[in-house]
């Protein structure tokens, strides 16, 4: 890992040095490639005065889980009227309860954006900057949630409860994660029971980062390294479509990975951000 980390580093200081002194407004562009804690990005950027270059991208994740936790379901009341119903009829069920039902969920981030954002050098002639500007989620992505924790029940609890509910038509009964007082009700989804909660925001979201490296490089290709984070705001928690009062009493529910990782978003509205971008000199 050490190894790694040196090479990178004696990669940026070679690129480094082939940055440009002088760039001019509108007489050059790079077309820049970067990957990072937002997943990867391209991005076109231009210089508008000797201090200041502005850019435009796109950023996107690769589809996946960062990690798995599990929903607790109590089920104590389903079993016990499973045992109520096979001591007065004798019959039994096929598939039974237990006093809990877990579904295994994954945690997702949807990182999709538009980006806009200014590169301001303090010293006309140096490689440190200020960035600053704004992401947007696309409108073909904006009810995918920043975060989402899904998953499925298992087959045995799905097949009890309408089993149960064959012996009592017209009383169902559900399975619910309760959160707090609240009750929400586990939905059907390709032949099984399906849980979702999202924690959502505006699709805008500011940033503000630190960087060293230049934009257009002097030669072929540049390196660039930066530092930020992404602000957001209006950051609301639902769980089945419908809004959670309290993010504290849903983080209980969950295994300690996934419920640091929600106790943060809910009192740190920023996402950080470390980035690695090889620019490339188009003009």
Not at 76 to 85: F, N, S, V
Not at 157 to 163: G, Q, V
Request: charged fraction near 20%.
């Amino acid at each position: 890992m050490r190894k790694i980390v040196l090479s990178l580093f004696a990669a940026f200081i070679a690129c480094s040095a082939w940055a440009q002194d002088n760039m001019e407004a509108f007489r050059h562009f790079s077309v820049g490639a970067e990957v990072g804690l937002h997943g990867f990005g391209v991005e076109l950027a231009m210089p508008v005065q000797k201090h200041l270059v502005i850019k435009a991208g796109y950023n996107w994740a690769p589809a996946g889980d960062l990690l798995r936790t599990d929903l607790v379901l109590d089920t104590k009341d389903l079993r016990e009227a499973q045992e109520q119903y096979t001591a007065v009829t004798t019959q039994e069920f096929e598939h039974k309860f237990g006093d809990e039902a877990i579904i295994n969920a994954g945690l997702g981030l949807n990182l999709t954006n538009f980006k806009a954002m200014i590169n301001w050098y303090p010293f006309a002639f140096g490689r440190f900057y200020v960035a600053g500007g704004v992401y947007y989620t696309p409108s073909s992505k904006q009810n995918d949630p920043f975060l989402k924790v899904s998953g499925n029940t298992t087959e045995n609890d799905w097949e009890a409860l309408k089993e149960l509910n064959s012996k009592y038509p017209g009383q169902e009964k559900e399975l619910a994660l309760t959160i707090g007082d609240e009750k929400y009700p586990v939905i059907e989804k390709d032949g099984c029971g399906y849980m979702q909660a999202d924690f959502r925001m505006d699709p805008l979201k500011y940033y503000l980062g630190l960087g060293l490296g230049r934009c257009i490089p002097n030669k072929i290709i540049g390196m660039q390294m930066e530092a930020g984070a992404m602000i957001y705001h209006n950051s609301i928690l639902y769980c089945q479509d419908k809004q959670v009062g309290s993010i504290t009493d849903a983080a209980e529910g969950l295994d300690n990975d996934a419920k640091e990782i929600l106790e943060y978003v809910d009192k740190y509205p920023i996402y950080p951000q470390i980035t690695l971008r090889l620019s490339f000199r188009a003009l």
